[in-house]
């Protein structure tokens, strides 16, 4: 690879667990790069000694720091033994899909001992994003922060906050998370909940043997200062809050909104919110706490809460135990709710008003027969859990990735048939016949035309249960045009639409037993995965995956893939 001689003031590098090499520059867009290696570390937590795969020895991984604009060289070289790949998350990867990550969808994964580097540009995107595993549940030790400032001369549309942070919740397995997967895959029923939740990799001092290392967040009396929240947790919506001090929001998924004040925030996997908080209280330790909201009754969960420090440094009470925040009880939706009611976005006049592509895609949890009499079927009626979109469960490919075999005109791993409504209509939030929770299999693509304008209504149903589905697109940031509860009625919802000034965002949870609206125009050509955020319910097939054609000339075109991309096997 030709190295470019960088003209860059603050180099930044860094290294990935498998092994990862990157180099930004804040100064400018000319990189180079260098290389790092990296081993799977033994971690203690919550008394156990436990081996992860991790970045540079870190969990979580470095933070990744870049300007909108700057170009981005990550080497990743594979030296654990599970298959990996790594996604951008909320990067919009234009023209560069090779670059997004998720296995088998862009990509055939990275194989132990295995090499492939990440090149892409930034288009005009700035704000919080963040990194992380795409294979498996490897994305339960393997992410960290992305943090996109704006161009040199460009500056927040806020006051300039005295520091910043990134504030990653996760959750944490005394046990191998792969295998956790494997024994799930296994018997066909829900895997087993995580023991804790983290704040920055550590549960806090609320659980067993967390007492020494609980982050810690300093601030001065009088200063405001900026958490960048992200919940990497592999399966949970989570409440965030902290003890006596209002948080104003002013981002979330790396858009900015029109501020507001809360004491409570619910964050899905996958979402970002940032954060001001203003030292306006006595100095003291003040915790900022972080526990589940769980949106399907009878589906079991972490219950517990983790914990960091909001530290005055003028503070003398270092031996007096912090005050704790009051969290909602781990059912409130309607807590949930309101609080993501209330973003209104800052970009006026860009929401697309003539739709050319009207989707309607139910989100289905379901249960399917079986394969093997052998199999310990634990779901209901000795079944296996699956889900879907529009009663497709969504198939990887092994043989090929999908983006390769659309370039290479491979034929065989998909088709281009997904259902751009229901294949059968029928009461979606109310009592669901049975005969409706198995749905097919197959690996189906829907084909935009460069440049349409799409309209997605994303439907929960009440298949097994409903849920808060954190869905996520691919190479897209989209504008929530309408939400509501029940189901979705054409007819007169529509009339309800926000269509000056919804919220922007790249992941956007399903309102239990209701609906959510969403617009986008298809400029960015490749094929982009749409899934749901809780890991789990990807491996069951909640997913699908577009394919945008190109448009006219270079610049509507994706670029030929590099030449170290990842062949299957």
């Not at 269509?499 to 298809?522: E, K, S």
Request: net charge positive.
């Amino acid at each position: 690879m030709e190295l470019h001689t960088t003209k860059c003031s603050r180099p930044h590098f860094f290294g990935l667990s498998i092994f990862l090499a990157f180099v930004v520059c804040l100064a400018s867009a000319e990189i180079h790069y260098h290389k790092f290696v990296i081993q799977p570390t033994p971690v203690k937590r919550l008394c156990n000694n436990h081996v992860i795969m991790t970045v540079n020895g870190q969990f979580p991984g470095p933070t990744i720091e870049a300007r909108n604009g700057d170009t981005l060289i990550i080497q990743v070289t594979n030296s654990g033994k599970y298959d990996i790949t790594l996604h951008w998350h909320g990067i919009r990867q234009m023209r560069t899909p090779w670059a997004d990550g998720p296995e088998y969808v862009t990509q055939c994964p990275i194989k132990p001992g295995g090499t492939y580097t990440y090149r892409y540009t930034v288009v005009e995107q700035e704000g919080t994003f963040w990194w992380h595993a795409h294979s498996k549940w490897l994305r339960a030790t393997v992410y960290g922060a992305l943090i996109i400032y704006p161009k040199l001369g460009s500056s927040y549309p806020f006051s300039k906050p005295a520091r910043e942070f990134p504030l990653i919740l996760g959750e944490w397995w005394n046990r191998d998370p792969m295998q956790v997967l494997r024994q799930s895959m296994i018997t066909g029923a829900a895997p087993n909940v995580s023991d804790a939740y983290t704040i920055n990799g550590q549960p806090g001092d609320l659980y067993r043997c967390s007492s020494q290392d609980t982050t810690i967040f300093p601030i001065q009396a009088g200063e405001t200062i900026l958490l960048r929240l992200i919940n990497a947790a592999l399966n949970q919506q989570l409440f965030f809050s902290i003890a006596n001090h209002q948080m104003t929001i002013v981002e979330a998924d790396a858009a900015y909104n029109k501020p507001f004040t809360t004491n409570i925030v619910m964050i899905g996997p996958g979402q970002t919110t940032n954060i001001l908080i203003t030292a306006n209280q006595p100095p003291a330790r003040y915790y900022v706490a972080a526990t589940a909201y769980a949106s399907a009754p009878g589906v079991a969960f972490d219950n517990t809460t983790t914990t960091a420090i909001l530290e005055y440094r003028t503070s003398s009470s270092s031996s007096i135990r912090p005050i704790l925040p009051q969290l909602p009880a781990w059912n409130d939706t309607n807590t949930a709710n309101s609080f993501s009611s209330r973003f209104r976005s800052i970009y006026h006049g860009k929401v697309p008003l003539q739709i050319d592509e009207n989707l309607f895609f139910t989100i289905s949890l379901g249960s399917i027969n079986c394969s093997r009499p052998s199999f310990r079927c634990q779901a209901p009626n000795n079944t296996r859990f699956t889900a879907s979109m529009n009663n497709v469960s969504f198939v990887l490919p092994r043989r090929n990735s999908i983006l390769q075999a659309m370039y290479q005109n491979t034929p065989g791993i998909f088709t281009t048939d997904f259902p751009a409504v229901p294949p059968l209509q029928f009461d979606y939030t109310g009592n669901v016949s049975r005969g409706l929770w198995t749905p097919v299999r197959g690996t189906k693509l829907y084909r935009l035309k460069f440049g349409s304008s799409v309209q997605i209504v994303l439907q929960n149903t009440n298949i097994v249960t409903v849920e808060d589905h954190p869905m996520h697109l691919h190479g897209y940031h989209f504008f929530v045009v309408g939400t509501g509860k029940g189901n979705f009625n054409p007819r007169t919802d529509p009339a309800r639409f926000n269509l000056v000034d919804p919220p922007v965002r790249n992941t956007v949870g399903t309102t239990p037993g209701g609906w959510v609206a969403i617009r986008f125009v298809a400029d960015n050509p490749g094929v982009w995965l749409m899934h749901c955020h809780l890991d789990v319910h990807i491996g069951w097939g909640l997913a699908m995956v577009f394919l945008v054609e190109n448009g006219v000339g270079e610049l509507q075109t994706l670029e030929a893939p590099p030449l170290d991309l990842p062949q299957c096997f």
